[in-house]
């Protein structure tokens, strides 16, 4: 069985992106760097939504991308990705496939046939969904040491509880903290 991984980073105040999307406030230094080409190395099938995909799609096949991060920036271009959305018709990233409908019986069909394991990233609404249905066997959320104002906080529109459990965590020189969770067994 397939595990299921969510990666975010997301600011003190508990957002994930700022106003009109806005990434740049997330401190990227040398040793996050060093763990984005660490993680990109595990080989697993890439996940997101729709907002995410096209942001991730415009940035990583890019001559900027390759030229900043050649490592990670390959990883992503190389990797199986499946994008969830009801509105995109095509993609143009490569590996890419769109699943547009039953979008929780598809996750949980994939997690039961063998294969690679699969991280979630970013992307709320696909998290929150996938969340609530107990699809997520581990969640990594990267804290930047910053408060941004206004935005979409983590979990936005989460209609239950979530308990979780830290079974790990690693600090950064750049004040940035990687907590990782697991949710607590039912």
Known sequence: MRKLNSFTFISLNGYYKGYNEDIGWHRHGTEENEFSQESIKEETILLFGRVTYQMMAYYWP?????????????????????V????????EWNNTRIVKDNMIEEMRALKETPGKDLTLLGS????????EHGLIDTYQI?????????????FKDLQGKLDLKLVDSRVFKSGVVLLTYEPLKK
């Open 62 to 82: 890019s001559s900027m991308a390759l030229q900043n991060d050649p490592v990670v920036a390959a990883g992503m271009n190389q990797s199986e990705k499946n």
């Open 142 to 154: 990267m804290l930047d040491p910053v408060a941004i104002g206004g935005g979409t906080p983590e």
């Open 84 to 91: 969830f959305s009801k509105t995109l018709t095509k993609v």
């Open 124 to 131: 709320g609404a696909i998290l929150t969904q996938f969340a």
